[in-house]
């Protein structure tokens, strides 16, 4: 009646995932989040799916309850996930992650962000990269801020050019070369801009990181894993998104 020929159906992220988020005891949001899926997936996209396009919700405690309901997911034949989190429950990236990111690769489950990888913040507690390698000492010298986020890259003052710099840093899409991600609703016009400073500020600052906090250099510049593995939608009018299209491709 409306016109669409399909639907990408979201969750309400704030009376959602973010509500949910807040009740304390893990067992009861662990099965909030599986009665929203369930639900999705057995009732209201059963009408149509190949028009009805729904997203399950990954929970964000733990890795292992992120894997448990991705397969949930897949059985349910939802199209696609949103995670507000990374796989770990974490505000920032960890190695554990990858076997998230590897299982979604081989079910070819896709996976979108809404916004960013901060929903359970971020907190000024918390860190937003984790360098694994680095000796302690220097870590302690150098402090909670690093190259992710007191760099360029993450100054666009979005929470999206945040988890890309955390996304690409942490060398996840050098060990998967098939992972891809989508962010939703993060508007457009930014991301020709923070390519070229994100590439620049890299270059600039990489060198004295894989000194002093040994971390792993890149196979390609930033910019190149978000032309490559990234995508983007444009909301509202965005004429300067449109515009500078030929920057990112359609």
Same mark, same amino acid.
């Given at each position: 009646?409306?016109?669409?020929?399909?639907?990408?159906? +979201? &969750?309400?992220?704030?009376?959602?995932?973010?509500?949910?988020?807040?009740?304390?005891?893990?067992?009861?949001?662990?099965?909030?989040?599986?009665?929203?899926? /369930?639900?999705?997936?057995?009732?209201?996209?059963?009408?149509?799916?190949? *028009?009805?396009?729904?997203?399950?919700?990954?929970?964000?405690?733990?890795?292992?309850?992120?894997?448990?309901?991705?397969?949930?997911?897949?059985?349910?034949?939802?199209?696609?996930?949103?995670?507000?989190?990374?796989?770990?429950?974490k505000? #920032? @990236?960890? @190695?554990?992650?990858? *076997? +998230?990111?590897?299982?979604?690769?081989?079910?070819?489950? &896709?996976?979108?962000?809404?916004?960013?990888?901060?929903?359970?913040?971020?907190?000024?507690?918390? @860190?937003?990269?984790?360098? *694994?390698?680095?000796? @302690?000492?220097?870590?302690?010298?150098v402090?909670?801020?690093n190259?992710?986020?007191? !760099?360029?890259?993450? +100054?666009?003052?979005? &929470?999206?050019?945040?988890?890309?710099?955390?996304?690409?840093?942490?060398?996840?899409? /050098?060990?998967?070369?098939?992972?891809?991600?989508? +962010?939703?609703?993060?508007?457009?016009?930014? !991301?020709?801009f923070?390519?070229?400073?994100?590439?620049?500020w #890299?270059?600039?600052?990489?060198?004295?990181?894989?000194?002093?906090?040994?971390?792993?250099?890149?196979?390609? *510049?930033?910019?190149?894993?978000?032309?490559?593995?990234?995508?983007?939608?444009?909301?509202?009018?965005?004429?300067?998104?449109?515009?500078?299209?030929?920057?990112?491709?359609?």
């Amino acid at each position: 009646m409306d016109g669409l020929l399909a639907e990408v159906l +979201f &969750p309400n992220m704030q009376m959602g995932p973010v509500l949910w988020r807040t009740i304390a005891a893990d067992d009861a949001y662990r099965a909030a989040v599986r009665a929203y899926n /369930d639900w999705l997936g057995e009732e209201y996209c059963a009408v149509s799916r190949d *028009r009805l396009l729904g997203m399950g919700v990954i929970p964000w405690t733990n890795l292992e309850d992120a894997m448990a309901e991705l397969a949930h997911c897949a059985r349910l034949g939802l199209k696609g996930v949103v995670l507000g989190v990374f796989p770990s429950g974490k505000v #920032y @990236p960890t @190695p554990e992650d990858d *076997r +998230f990111w590897a299982a979604a690769v081989e079910m070819k489950m &896709p996976l979108t962000v809404h916004v960013g990888f901060n929903r359970a913040g971020p907190r000024a507690s918390q @860190p937003t990269f984790e360098y *694994r390698d680095a000796d @302690p000492g220097v870590l302690a010298r150098v402090g909670p801020r690093n190259i992710v986020d007191w !760099v360029a890259l993450s +100054f666009m003052g979005l &929470p999206s050019a945040l988890s890309l710099s955390q996304l690409i840093l942490s060398g996840v899409f /050098d060990r998967l070369p098939e992972l891809r991600v989508f +962010f939703a609703e993060t508007r457009l016009g930014w !991301v020709p801009f923070w390519m070229e400073e994100a590439d620049y500020w #890299y270059e600039r600052h990489r060198h004295w990181a894989q000194r002093l906090l040994n971390l792993k250099p890149l196979k390609q *510049r930033p910019s190149d894993y978000v032309r490559q593995r990234i995508s983007f939608s444009v909301q509202h009018v965005e004429r300067v998104a449109i515009e500078l299209r030929h920057h990112l491709g359609v």
